[in-house]
């Protein structure tokens, strides 16, 4: 009897410890997150909260810290991700990395007083700003002459242009203006009489232009671009507001 009762103890011991060891799952990192002491401050508290522990390491393992997967924070301009197999202790970690509590975690970790994570894994647009080349001079030369037909252009032609169409400073407060100069020759009323060369095909023969034709090449475009850049946006004022 006495036997049977070690027997039996034993069992059970055995059974809690296989149990112990399977609340466990390896974690591929690279040298960067191990080296700098950010696992060594994030894995415990993970494992103090859930009682899962996980072995980091370099060779794969049942999650990654790496390229794919989740976003889970930012260490200057690079995001982590995370990436796992299925299983309630992977899931547990992404989980708690995700909470209010697992953020504040890896929020806090600092070296020599500052903080190398952020959990604000948001992609930050950034703003590309087109270059305008063209020539300036020759910019102006074709806007007084293709354009100041109808757009007032400058002080030059200021009495010379017909007064319901929008001034070159009047358009250059849209915030497109840029792509609007660039294709004006696509955009109403412009096609019914502009030929720009190699570019647009010829007027039929039953819809002739009903003006003398605009006739422009994409290098004079790009050079009414570049002067139109130089025109200071109209001051329009504040807008007017009804008593």
């Known amino acids: 009897m006495k036997m049977l009762r070690t027997i039996c103890a034993l069992l059970i011991l055995t059974a809690g410890t296989a149990a112990a060891q399977e609340r466990h799952f390896t974690l591929q990192a690279p040298a960067a997150l191990i ?17 899962i522990r996980i072995t980091p390491g370099a060779d794969p393992g049942n999650a990654a810290f ?5 976003p889970v924070f930012r260490q ?4 982590w991700h995370l990436s796992r197999t299925d299983g309630p202790y992977t899931e547990a970690f992404q989980d708690w990395l995700l909470s209010d509590i697992g953020k504040r975690t890896i929020e806090s970790f600092a070296t020599d007083g500052t903080n190398l994570f952020s959990t604000d894994v948001a992609v930050r647009e950034v703003a590309v700003v087109a270059e305008i080349t063209g ?3 020759m910019g102006e030369e074709m806007s007084l002459k293709h354009c100041g037909r109808c757009h007032v252009v400058n002080e030059t032609n200021r009495m010379n ?5 929008p001034s070159f400073g ?14 004006f020759y696509a955009l109403n009323p412009h096609p019914a009489f502009t030929q720009v060369a190699e570019v647009t095909e010829p007027f039929p023969e039953n ?4 003006i003398a034709p605009l006739e422009v090449t994409l290098d004079e475009i790009d050079a009414i671009a570049a002067y139109v850049a130089t025109i200071a946006p109209a001051d329009l004022g504040a807008p007017v507001r009804s008593q």
Do not use: C, Q, Y
């Open 35 to 51: 080296e700098n002491g950010f696992l060594r401050h994030l894995l415990p508290r993970f494992s103090l909260k859930t009682g």
């Open 66 to 70: 790496g390229d794919e997967g989740i």
């Open 76 to 79: 200057g301009e690079r995001v």
């Open 135 to 137: 020539d300036v001079a």
């Open 161 to 165: 242009a017909i007064g319901s169409t």
């Open 170 to 183: 009047l358009m250059r407060t849209f915030p497109d203006w840029e792509g609007r100069f660039l294709a």
């Open 207 to 210: 819809l002739p232009s009903p």
